[in-house]
């Protein structure tokens, strides 16, 4: 889709059979992360007892885990067939486009931190949950407005909106 973006050709469609084949993977992800999960956080929390979960980092990761979920029901249920039927981000509505681009930015923020915190064992009982999750919401704002910019950007130079302001400018010239 970024490629899709940085090209900024409103005619060049997004490939049907990669959105649905992209849609299995992200749902086979999910499916080994809960599992995977949830027979980890068993086997550990069999050996150590109920004060394991009082570790603020594996908080952090249920936490991230469970809105990386909802936010996955809300991408296949609203934003990939929104996307199917659209063909392009580009041609969303303003709304449409803003919830997908803010649905993406969760999605790829949660990943990128489910995984860091899945490697990041000197993060256990150091941090408080709030210290463990401060970044979360700044990387998610971050990559909203990366991609909204990206996007405006590729729909205005789509339009031809800087060819029609050069005209402009060659005309109150003369």
């Keep these: 889709m970024v490629k899709q973006l940085l090209k900024a050709d409103p005619a060049e469609k997004l490939d049907s059979k990669h959105l649905s084949d992209l849609q299995k993977t992200v749902s086979l992800a999910l499916i080994a992360l809960w599992v995977s999960g949830v027979a980890i956080v068993s086997l550990d929390a069999s050996i150590k007892g109920w004060g394991y979960f009082?570790?603020?980092k594996l908080q952090s990761k249920i936490a991230i885990v469970c809105l990386l979920t909802l936010n996955g029901f809300a991408l296949h249920k609203y934003v990939l067939p929104l996307m199917q039927k659209?063909?392009?981000l580009l041609k969303l509505?303003?709304?449409?486009?803003?919830?997908?681009?803010?649905?993406?930015?969760?999605?790829?923020?949660?990943?990128?931190?489910?995984?860091?915190?899945g490697i990041g064992?000197?993060?256990?009982?150091?941090?408080?949950?709030?210290?463990?999750?401060a970044a979360y919401p700044v990387l998610i704002v971050g990559g909203f407005v990366s991609?909204?910019?990206?996007?405006?950007w590729s729909q205005y130079k789509a339009s031809g909106e800087s060819r029609a302001f050069q005209g402009t400018m060659m005309v109150g010239a003369h």
Excluded: D, H
């Design 54 to 56: 009082a570790n603020p």
């Design 93 to 117: 509505s303003f709304s449409q486009r803003m919830f997908a681009i803010f649905t993406g930015a969760v999605s790829g923020v949660s990943w990128f931190y489910a995984a860091m915190l």
């Design 121 to 133: 064992r000197p993060l256990n009982w150091k941090y408080s949950l709030f210290e463990i999750l």
């Design 86 to 88: 659209a063909g392009s």
């Design 147 to 152: 991609m909204a910019m990206l996007t405006a």
